[in-house]
């Protein structure tokens, strides 16, 4: 009994934070509208006048700490969802954090990844380094998943972090029968290529899930769920669709993972902290996959 009340007291107080933070997204919105224009690289290996944290990370690893990370919006939104994860990651070390805006109004999710393949050789090309890390919310991280399985992005992009992105489609998407919504249902012909067996693929795989995420249904499918990739799913409880990206527990699982990470896309070492290991209750366990790892 106690653990259905905690259980629904959780449920009520991530609606509230998902309310509060939608209705502060809609005012800083106009923000975010236009692309970013400015490098925001830290091109300094310097050590004076950084925080504890940046210098820590400095210090361990000063690869880990340079490797962009490009984050990635969803549908009709903009770079300022990532307002608080940005200043969150740079807070805690890591000076090159990119954003990129697609148009909002897009028809075609392939497009909007060849958009991102773009964006990706730019970044490369300005920083030098030969891979990044990507985050993407939402749809966006199905953008981003298209560019590494099926464009061959895998050689650019170390890791992928997707936010609620509706890997196996959405019952949501048949709402709008229109547009780019019919790329995201369960039967679409995009769901049925990430599907489809893959030869190879060096990217790693970091997907958070939700109970409280209303945009995705069911749940799990915004996991990977592929016996070719290196996927990891995190459950995080109690969190929507929009406030992801603002979950204090999200952020730090983000950093954890990027900070202890190989050239090849594995932990380096295993204290690396996970989050809740239950999954939601009425929800089923991966089968059993060649690479795939779940924490929950």
């Given at each position: 009994?106690?653990?259905a ?7 009520a ?85 990119w ?15 060849k ?26 991280g199905?953008?981003?998943r298209?560019?590494?399985?099926r ?13 609620g ?70 459950f995080?409880r ?45 929800t ?13």
């Amino acid at each position: 009994m106690k653990t259905a009340v905690s259980r629904l007291g959780g449920l009520a107080r991530g609606a509230a934070i998902e309310a509060t933070w939608l209705a502060a997204h809609i005012a800083t919105y106009p923000l975010g509208v236009l692309q970013e224009k400015s490098a925001p690289g830290l091109d300094r290996f310097s050590l004076q006048g950084l925080p504890p944290v940046q210098r820590g990370l400095f210090v361990g690893d000063v690869e880990a700490a340079g490797t962009p990370i490009l984050l990635v919006h969803g549908m009709v939104d903009n770079r300022s969802i990532f307002t608080v994860l940005r200043r969150a990651l740079r807070r805690r070390g890591f000076g090159r954090v990119w954003t990129m805006n697609y148009h909002v109004l897009t028809h075609d999710l392939r497009a909007a990844s060849k958009r991102l393949a773009a964006t990706v050789e730019a970044v490369c090309a300005q920083t030098g380094y030969e891979r990044i890390h990507v985050i993407g919310h939402s749809m966006g991280g199905i953008i981003a998943r298209y560019y590494v399985q099926r464009m061959g992005g895998d050689q650019r992009v170390h890791t992928l972090v997707t936010l609620g992105s509706p890997h196996g489609g959405t019952r949501a998407a048949r709402l709008l029968p229109r547009g780019v919504c019919r790329q995201l249902r369960p039967s679409s012909d995009v769901i049925a290529e990430l599907g489809a067996p893959v030869e190879s693929c060096r990217t790693r795989f970091l997907c958070f899930w939700s109970d409280l995420d209303v945009l995705i249904s069911p749940k799990p499918a915004a996991r990977i769920d592929h016996p070719d990739l290196n996927a990891r799913n995190v459950f995080v409880r109690g969190v929507g669709h929009m406030s992801l990206p603002i979950d204090g527990r999200v952020t730090r699982e983000i950093a954890n993972t990027l900070a202890q990470l190989d050239s090849d896309g594995m932990t380096v070492r295993s204290g690396v902290t996970h989050l809740d290991h239950s999954p939601a209750r009425g929800t089923a366990r991966p089968g059993p996959g060649r690479r795939s790892a779940t924490a929950g």
